[in-house]
């Protein structure tokens, strides 16, 4: 039973567009909440996260959007890059989860020239 | 330059063999992972530490076993307990419990594959 999941495996999106990266999770105990950043045959890199008492976090070109009542976040880039193309995971955690990330499946970003 | 090595990058292994992953990390972080990637997976949690002497399970601990002797090392094997394990092991660390730490460091992961 998948908490947390990541519907689309791979997006592909037009350089200097809009990225939306989608992640939906079941838990409704889950506050905490982190997206990483994965290029191939390295290990991932933490990108941006978000407390359950926010529903937005900024930084940069990079967004994050959380609607709790949907169980829903959101990861936006803009504009988007040809560096920005890699894997991205969406992590979530609750405050009784023993310290526990529960990982999404992640999702291919390809940014086309 | 601080961060966290993994090694070998690749491993082969026969079954029933037993095999153990290094991971090194100098950036005085107190708490330790073991992740495995599977394809279209997200990370499983194999086991972790928050401090020397200590470590506890996971989520899929089963036929796996780690020691944390030293702050800077976790090494991970993999024993012939471990039914599928052929995957991409990854190692992080954290300044505190992840939970808090607001991110994990990660190595750049040890794929092991058994014949």
């Known amino acids: 039973d998948q908490q947390v999941k990541q519907n689309s495996p791979s997006l592909s999106v037009q350089e200097g567009r809009i990225s939306i990266l989608n992640c939906d999770y079941t838990n409704s105990m889950f506050d905490y909440f982190l997206w990483y950043k994965k290029y191939p045959a390295e290990g991932p890199t933490f990108l941006i996260s978000?407390?359950?008492i926010k529903d937005k976090n900024e930084d940069g070109r990079f967004t994050v959007f959380l609607n709790k009542s949907a169980k829903h976040l959101s990861l936006h880039i803009v504009p988007s890059q040809p560096g920005d193309s890699a894997v991205y995971f969406c992590a979530a955690s609750a405050f009784d989860s023993n310290y526990q990330l529960i990982w999404g499946a992640g999702t291919k970003l390809i940014i086309k020239p | 330059d601080g961060g966290i090595t993994q090694s070998p990058k690749y491993l082969f292994r026969k079954e029933g063999q037993n095999v153990t992953l290094s991971c090194e990390q100098n950036l005085n972080h107190d708490a330790m992972y073991w992740y495995r990637q599977d394809p279209g997976q997200g990370l499983r949690l194999i086991y972790y530490s928050q401090i020397v002497n200590d470590f506890q399970k996971g989520d899929i601990a089963e036929g796996y076993s780690v020691s944390r002797e030293k702050k800077e090392s976790f090494p991970l094997t993999v024993t012939s307990a471990q039914k599928n394990p052929t995957a991409f092991y990854l190692c992080?660390?954290?300044?505190?419990?992840?939970?808090?730490?607001?991110?994990?460091?990660f190595g750049e992961g040890s794929r092991l594959t058994v014949l």
């Open positions: 992080a660390s954290s300044l505190k419990g992840q939970r808090w730490a607001g991110e994990l460091f």
């Open positions: 978000i407390s359950s």
